[in-house]
């Protein structure tokens, strides 16, 4: 499996940015059976938890540091995921990852994911 992150660049605070997430070699499991989440890390700090949804797209689960400015979503059709990212902050600032979990279950720890696409850096300036 194989997880293609991307829409990351530089936006000035209280700007939006969206991300998407293209995943490929599934065959032998749909997409649609696992979860997904997005995760950020800043230099120096350990990588975090910001989003996630579960195989039925109905169940999300978002930090607390993002809650009612980023929304998770999926298209199953597309084998993709979106992390869209209202009113950023400086703080926002970090490499973002995102990640599939095969069970399908609502995960929010690193070590929980099987899957890990490499990292969009998203740079929120004042």
């Known amino acids: 499996v194989q997880l293609q992150a991307s829409g990351g660049g530089l936006v000035q605070a209280g700007g939006p940015l969206r991300l998407s997430c293209a995943v490929s070699?599934?065959?032998?499991?749909?997409?649609?059976?696992?979860?997904m989440g997005w995760f950020r890390q800043a230099p120096g700090k350990e990588r975090e938890f910001v989003a996630v949804?579960?195989?039925?797209?109905?169940?999300?689960a978002y930090a607390d540091s993002v809650k009612g400015r980023f929304t998770i979503s999926r298209d199953n059709a597309k084998n993709t995921v979106y992390l869209q990212m209202n009113n950023l902050k400086l703080e926002d600032t970090g490499s973002y990852y995102c990640?599939?979990?095969?069970?399908?279950?609502?995960?929010?720890?690193?070590?929980?994911?099987?899957?890990w696409g490499q990292g969009t850096q998203v740079t929120v300036s004042s």
């Open positions: 949804m579960d195989w039925s797209g109905k169940i999300t």
């Open positions: 070699g599934v065959s032998g499991r749909s997409f649609s059976n696992y979860a």
């Open positions: 990640a599939a979990e095969y069970a399908g279950l609502l995960q929010v720890r690193v070590y929980e994911y099987d899957y």
